[in-house]
Every structure is written in structure tokens, then in C-alpha cells.
């Protein structure tokens, strides 16, 4: 019979996270439970089906946390206003969804009893936690006291202990943060972001969880992660690198991947979500467009002006007002580095017909 620690065990084997002691249990059970057999078997097959699609992961995370500059003086001055060359092109694009064997969703009611914590015994814990706030146009690192090291997005809240106590390390973030994590296979660490709960069992992610935006995302680089939803604590989610994950509130269509496994197409009373791969800028650039902020890029890629208008409140400090609804359904691509709102709002014009007044740091788009 698959068990909970037997998922455990063959995530860990399939990330290369498993140790000596658990390798031996994990071999244990392979060779004594045919349901066991099985789900390694498929699993496994999918894990290394295409892997070279993923060879250069470690080289991707090298090169983006190198990349990684959060002033260290003058967190609120703006960029300079000097302009380097963008790419701007409308187009429409098919999400693909990728064959989500990678989502461990085993609706079996011995997992229900599965949580991250206990909730009654965490408030008081909660209530003493540190608490780091970026406001906008502001990035901030912070070196956690077991090694780990997370860089903070613009208006962005992470609640921390001073020291990691207990099984677990367990963070609580509202806004948008990169995690280069460091290795503890005896206490797992813990994102609490939202309606989700992300146990990592790999080193370097990014989770996007603004209350204010339509859409959460948790990004994986590198390793593995497993995540789990306050409301479907019985579906397991695991992620293998260059795979993102997407909770939405609106309802996906259902998507049948193969004949083993679909995305998820919930009730109205439950998260919808969904598996896909990283957003690469061009496909021929290895620009993933979901951690280029740590790089100091604002990039977006066939996205709505309203997700856009979002993502440049928090990079430019100001507040977007849309007076003419219909331009809330542009959709544009492009890339800022230096450039100023007012560039910014420039270039979109090329692409688009619009008109704005921009005034008292608040934007009104026409």
C-alpha cells in the first residue's frame, strides 16, 4: 500500500535529496509492495523524460543568483532615467499545459490528516515572529539564522523567527520572494504564503502571493518542492525544476494531459490550479520572465494591462487608475530596466492607443 512516507521517500529519491538511512527504507519497501513498485515506476518515468530539458538547471540558478543586486544604502531612490533598448511585441499565446505527472495528487483519505502545522499551537508562535516589510521600488535580502538566504520584491511582508526551532522552519510571506534555501533534510523548511503551504525539498524557488493580484505562483529553479493548499489538504503537489505552479481564483478548464492524470478543475468553494513550464522571454533566450526581477528587470510577456499595471505600482511606487475599461484587455510584451514611468508608459503607447495624465504619483489611463 502507498503510504504518506513512502510519497516522502520517492520524492525525495527522484529530487536526489534522499539520504543513506532513507535510501535503505525506501529500497525496503520497493522490494516488498507491488503498489509501491508501481508508483515508482511511473513516476520515475516521468521525472527522467526529457531531462535534458533540464540540464542546465544548476547553471540557471547559478546565473540568476549571481545576478541578484538589492542596494545596500538609498533603498528608495528611483532608477535613473537612462534608456536601454526594449522588446515590445502584441501577441497572443497558448498556455501549454505539460503532462502533470508531477502532481502528486492522490485523493486518498489517509493524507487528509496531513498538515504542515498545528494551527491552534501556532498563533502564539506567529505572534513573535520578526517581520522584514519592502515598500515599493525597494528590494531587500535577508540571511535567515540557519544559512538561508531570501531576497524580497517590492511591497512585500516576511514574517521570521530569530532562530529555527523545533521539526520544521517555517516562514510566513505575503508579496513575492526568491529562497535559496539551505539544506536541512532533518527540518524542512516552510512557506506559508496565502493559501498555500510550500515544503521544500530542494534549495531555490520563487513564490508570488500579493493579496491584491488575481493569481499566485510558486516558481521552482532548482531541487524539488512540495505544496499543498489550505482548502484540497489531501492533494499533494511536487515540482521538479523549470515548472511553475498557478492558483487562481477563476475556474480552470479542464485539460486532459493523459489517460493517468489532468489539471484540476475544482468547485467554486475550492482553489483552482495548474501545472506549466517557466516563461522564457524569446525561445531563443534563457530570460525567465518569473525571476527576472531579482535581476532588476520589470519583464512581462503576453500579459493584460491590468496584471501589468499591477507589477509597475510596486516597481515604480505609484497608483494605476483605468478610466477607459477597454484598455485593461491590451496585452503587451516588454522589458524595463532604467526607464521611468513615464518612459515606460511611452513605449506602451507605441504598441497600443492610449492616453494618461500622471499625477500626485497616481496614473490615469485613458
Same mark, same amino acid.
Given at each position: 500500500?502507498?503510504?504518506?512516507? *513512502?510519497?516522502?521517500?520517492?520524492?525525495?529519491?527522484?529530487?536526489?535529496?534522499?539520504?543513506?538511512?532513507?535510501?535503505?527504507?525506501?529500497?525496503?519497501?520497493?522490494?516488498?509492495?507491488?503498489?509501491?513498485? $508501481? $508508483?515508482?515506476?511511473?513516476?520515475?518515468?516521468?521525472?527522467? !523524460?526529457?531531462?535534458?530539458?533540464?540540464? =542546465?538547471?544548476?547553471?540557471?540558478? $547559478?546565473?540568476?543568483?549571481?545576478?541578484?543586486?538589492?542596494?545596500?544604502?538609498?533603498?528608495?531612490?528611483?532608477?535613473?532615467?537612462?534608456?536601454?533598448?526594449?522588446?515590445?511585441?502584441?501577441?497572443?499565446?497558448?498556455?501549454?499545459?505539460?503532462?502533470?505527472?508531477?502532481?502528486?495528487?492522490?485523493?486518498?483519505?489517509?493524507?487528509?490528516?496531513?498538515?504542515?502545522? =498545528?494551527?491552534?499551537?501556532? !498563533? =502564539?508562535?506567529?505572534?513573535?515572529?520578526?517581520?522584514?516589510?519592502?515598500?515599493?521600488?525597494?528590494?531587500? %535580502? +535577508?540571511?535567515?539564522?540557519?544559512?538561508?538566504?531570501?531576497?524580497?520584491?517590492?511591497?512585500?511582508?516576511?514574517?521570521?523567527?530569530?532562530?529555527? !526551532?523545533?521539526?520544521?522552519?517555517?516562514?510566513?510571506?505575503?508579496?513575492?520572494?526568491?529562497?535559496?534555501?539551505?539544506?536541512?533534510?532533518?527540518?524542512? *523548511?516552510?512557506?506559508?504564503?496565502?493559501?498555500?503551504?510550500?515544503?521544500?525539498?530542494?534549495?531555490?524557488?520563487?513564490?508570488?502571493?500579493? %493579496?491584491?493580484?488575481?493569481?499566485?505562483?510558486?516558481?521552482?529553479?532548482?531541487?524539488?518542492?512540495?505544496?499543498?493548499?489550505?482548502?484540497?489538504?489531501?492533494?499533494?503537489?511536487?515540482?521538479?525544476?523549470?515548472?511553475?505552479?498557478?492558483? %487562481?481564483?477563476?475556474?480552470?478548464?479542464?485539460?486532459?494531459?493523459?489517460?493517468?492524470?489532468?489539471?484540476?478543475?475544482?468547485?467554486?468553494?475550492?482553489?483552482?490550479?495548474?501545472?506549466?513550464?517557466?516563461?522564457?522571454?524569446?525561445?531563443?533566450?534563457?530570460? +525567465?520572465?518569473?525571476?527576472?526581477?531579482?535581476?532588476?528587470?520589470?519583464?512581462?510577456?503576453?500579459?493584460?494591462?491590468?496584471?501589468?499595471?499591477?507589477?509597475?505600482?510596486?516597481?515604480?511606487?505609484?497608483?494605476?487608475?483605468?478610466?477607459?475599461?477597454?484598455?485593461?484587455?491590451?496585452?503587451?510584451?516588454?522589458? *524595463?530596466?532604467?526607464?521611468?514611468?513615464? $518612459?515606460?508608459?511611452?513605449?506602451?503607447?507605441?504598441?497600443?492607443? *492610449?492616453?494618461?495624465?500622471?499625477?500626485?504619483?497616481?496614473?490615469?489611463?485613458?
Amino acid at each position: 500500500m502507498v503510504t504518506e512516507r *513512502f510519497i516522502e521517500l520517492l520524492t525525495k529519491k527522484l529530487s536526489d535529496e534522499i539520504d543513506a538511512q532513507e535510501l535503505e527504507e525506501f529500497n525496503f519497501l520497493i522490494a516488498n509492495d507491488e503498489d509501491c513498485r $508501481q $508508483q515508482n515506476t511511473f513516476f520515475k518515468a516521468y521525472w527522467i !523524460k526529457n531531462e535534458e530539458q533540464y540540464s =542546465n538547471t544548476d547553471m540557471m540558478f $547559478q546565473r540568476i543568483r549571481s545576478k541578484i543586486e538589492v542596494p545596500q544604502s538609498d533603498e528608495t531612490a528611483q532608477a535613473s532615467a537612462e534608456i536601454k533598448p526594449a522588446f515590445f511585441k502584441r501577441h497572443r499565446i497558448t498556455v501549454l499545459w505539460p503532462a502533470v505527472a508531477a502532481l502528486f495528487v492522490i485523493g486518498l483519505s489517509l493524507f487528509a490528516g496531513y498538515y504542515f502545522i =498545528n494551527s491552534n499551537s501556532k !498563533k =502564539n508562535e506567529i505572534a513573535d515572529l520578526q517581520q522584514k516589510k519592502t515598500p515599493s521600488r525597494v528590494k531587500s %535580502k +535577508i540571511y535567515l539564522s540557519d544559512g538561508s538566504i531570501v531576497t524580497l520584491n517590492s511591497e512585500t511582508t516576511l514574517k521570521y523567527p530569530p532562530s529555527f !526551532k523545533g521539526a520544521t522552519r517555517e516562514v510566513y510571506l505575503n508579496g513575492e520572494a526568491f529562497f535559496d534555501v539551505a539544506k536541512d533534510h532533518l527540518h524542512p *523548511f516552510i512557506v506559508h504564503a496565502g493559501n498555500m503551504s510550500i515544503r521544500v525539498l530542494g534549495t531555490a524557488f520563487n513564490v508570488k502571493s500579493y %493579496k491584491n493580484d488575481i493569481a499566485s505562483e510558486t516558481t521552482l529553479i532548482r531541487g524539488a518542492i512540495e505544496v499543498t493548499l489550505a482548502d484540497r489538504p489531501s492533494d499533494r503537489i511536487i515540482l521538479k525544476p523549470n515548472e511553475k505552479l498557478i492558483l %487562481k481564483s477563476s475556474t480552470f478548464k479542464r485539460h486532459t494531459i493523459n489517460r493517468h492524470l489532468v489539471a484540476q478543475t475544482p468547485d467554486s468553494a475550492k482553489t483552482s490550479y495548474a501545472l506549466t513550464n517557466l516563461t522564457y522571454l524569446r525561445s531563443n533566450d534563457t530570460t +525567465i520572465v518569473e525571476t527576472s526581477w531579482v535581476n532588476n528587470r520589470l519583464i512581462f510577456k503576453d500579459e493584460d494591462f491590468t496584471e501589468i499595471a499591477n507589477k509597475m505600482e510596486r516597481w515604480y511606487g505609484v497608483k494605476i487608475k483605468f478610466k477607459n475599461p477597454a484598455v485593461r484587455d491590451y496585452h503587451f510584451t516588454g522589458v *524595463f530596466e532604467r526607464e521611468s514611468i513615464t $518612459q515606460a508608459l511611452g513605449a506602451l503607447q507605441l504598441v497600443e492607443s *492610449f492616453s494618461y495624465k500622471y499625477k500626485n504619483e497616481t496614473v490615469y489611463i485613458y
